[in-house]
Nanobody
Framework: QVQLVESGGGLVQAGGSLRLSCAAS????????MGWFRQTPGKEREIVGA????????YYAASVKGRFTISRDNARNTVYLQMNSLKPEDTAVYYCAAKRQPGVVMTTTQIDFWGQGTQVTVSS
């Protein structure tokens, strides 16, 4: 069992930055590929970025590539999402996710554990 707790969300102006953190419980954190998803009302949850268990491989959605950076610290059981040059369309609830299956690319059906979500609001 892995419990995920996100933090770092909030309100920011367009062009600003936020860093999300996801702290994981359990001793098997470094055996999971980790990802960040986001969701807005009425829309499906979508992948934002993902990182392999060792941190060597990352994946980004086209909409955030070049602006967001995902990283992890296995010693601290934590995964991060650095979000720069934020846009109003980045407004969403952001969820941390853990996937045991191999491969950094992930879909919602492949996720083993979810965090509770943290709200990010970008004002124009």
């Amino acid at each position: 069992q892995v419990q995920l707790v996100e933090s770092g969300g909030g309100l920011v102006q367009a062009g600003g930055s936020l860093r999300l953190s996801c702290a994981a419980s359990g001793r098997t954190f470094n055996s999971y590929n980790m990802g960040w998803f986001r969701q807005t009302p009425g829309k499906e949850r979508e992948i934002v970025g993902a990182i392999s268990w060792g941190g060597a491989t990352t994946y980004y959605a086209a909409s955030v590539k070049g602006r967001f950076t995902i990283s992890r610290d296995n010693a601290r059981n934590t995964v991060y999402l650095q979000m720069n040059s934020l846009k109003p369309e980045d407004t969403a609830v952001y969820y941390c996710a853990a996937k045991r299956q191999p491969g950094v690319v992930m879909t919602t059906t492949q996720i083993d554990f979810w965090g509770q979500g943290t709200q990010v609001t970008v004002s124009s």
